[in-house]
Nanobody, 121 residues
Framework: QVRLVESGGGLVQAGGSLRLSCAAS????????MGWYRQAPGKQRELVAT???????AYADSVKGRFTISKDNAKNTVYLQMNSLKPEDTAVYYC???????????????WGQGTQVTVSS
C-alpha cells in the first residue's frame, strides 16, 4: 500500500514563504513523477508543478519564478518551495505521485490528503 504524507502548509502573509513536503511510503518499484496540485474554493484542481524521475520540471504559469519543485530520491520525498506568496495562492495543495508497483505493468496515480495554504493580504 502506497501512502503520500504531506506537511508544511499554514497561514502566511502576502510576500512570505512556505515549504511543502510530501513523502511516499510503502512497497513500490519506482516513482515516475511527483508533483503538486491545488484546489481553491469553487475552482477545479489545477497543476502547480511536477518533477520527473529524470529531473525534468514543469510549472503553472502563475507560479513560475516564485515556486521551485525539488526531490530527494533517497527519501522518496518531493518539496515545493513557495516564495513571494500571493492571496490567490490560497488553496488546498495536494501531492501527486505516478508510481510503478512491483510486479505490475503500467503505473498508478496516488494522491495525498491535502494541506491548506492560506495567504493573507
Amino acid at each position: 500500500q502506497v501512502r503520500l504524507v504531506e506537511s508544511g502548509g499554514g497561514l502566511v502573509q502576502a510576500g512570505g514563504s512556505l515549504r511543502l513536503s510530501c513523502a511516499a511510503s510503502g512497497r513500490f518499484f519506482s516513482i515516475n513523477a511527483m508533483g503538486w496540485y491545488r484546489q481553491a474554493p469553487g475552482k477545479q484542481r489545477e497543476l502547480v508543478a511536477t518533477i520527473t524521475s529524470g529531473d525534468s520540471t514543469a510549472y503553472a504559469d502563475s507560479v513560475k519564478g516564485r515556486f521551485t519543485i525539488s526531490k530527494d530520491n533517497a527519501k522518496n520525498t518531493v518539496y515545493l518551495q513557495m516564495n513571494s506568496l500571493k492571496p490567490e495562492d490560497t488553496a488546498v495543495y495536494y501531492c501527486h505521485a505516478n508510481i510503478r508497483k512491483m510486479g505490475q505493468i503500467g503505473t498508478i496515480d496516488y494522491w495525498g490528503q491535502g494541506t491548506q495554504v492560506t495567504v493573507s493580504s
